[in-house]
């Protein structure tokens, strides 16, 4: 089974201040790992992807994400945060192999981000 | 707008009811999910079609629910005999995968927020 896990409800930092969101996981084999935002009454919007590759990830609106094997972690970051980054955030991964054919994604429970001007 | 569309954004119903949901997947997206928010929860996987063919279904996708995609493009999701249970978001979602593409990007529509009286 593969699960993942945003260990902070709420994340609160100050405007210009960095920014770092925390996700760990657990699936077999190689992952393949997601960042959604998601904003109030809205769909997921997608910001950034790990498949393969470089472990740095660069995303939307100047997000990025940094993938550790040996952690089994893949924290969203940003340098610099704005009041418009206050939402909410979701990690979410799939496991590479097709051998068992799935394709569903499975996500965090979430991550409110508030920044403060 | 080109995204993932769904209607309707809302609806409420009573009780023992049947209602469906529509999603209009991004222009020749071959792969199309279904996923379920409750508040303060991350999306849960429900069923995931490629092409007109329904490929998994998750143990949360009881009798009550059914989801179609009869012609590959468009589908529909259907509750028969609504619960207090069935409150949510109702997410979906489409993607272009093919065997050489296998960690493609999931976009998401806007949802549609059922609630069950």
Known sequence: AQSVAQPEDQVNVAEGNPLTVKCTYSVSGNPYLFWYVQYPNRGLQFLLKY?????LVKGSYGFEAEFNKSQTSFHLKKPSALVSDSALYFCAVRASSMDTGRRALTFGSGTRLQVQP | DTGVSQNPRHKITKRGQNVTFRCDPISE????????????????????????????????????????????????????????????????????GSLAKSGETQYFGPGTRLLVL
Do not use: V
């Open chain 1, 51 to 55: 498949i393969t590759g470089d472990n």
């Open chain 2, 29 to 96: 997206h071959n792969r199309l999910y279904w996923y379920r928010q409750t508040l303060g929860q991350g999306p849960e996987f429900l069923t995931y079609f490629q092409n007109e063919a329904q490929l998994e279904k998750s143990r949360l996708l009881s009798d009550r629910f059914s989801a179609e995609r009869p012609k590959g493009s468009f589908s529909t999701l259907e509750i028969q005999r609504t619960e207090q249970g069935d409150s949510a978001m109702y997410l979906c979602a489409s993607s272009l």
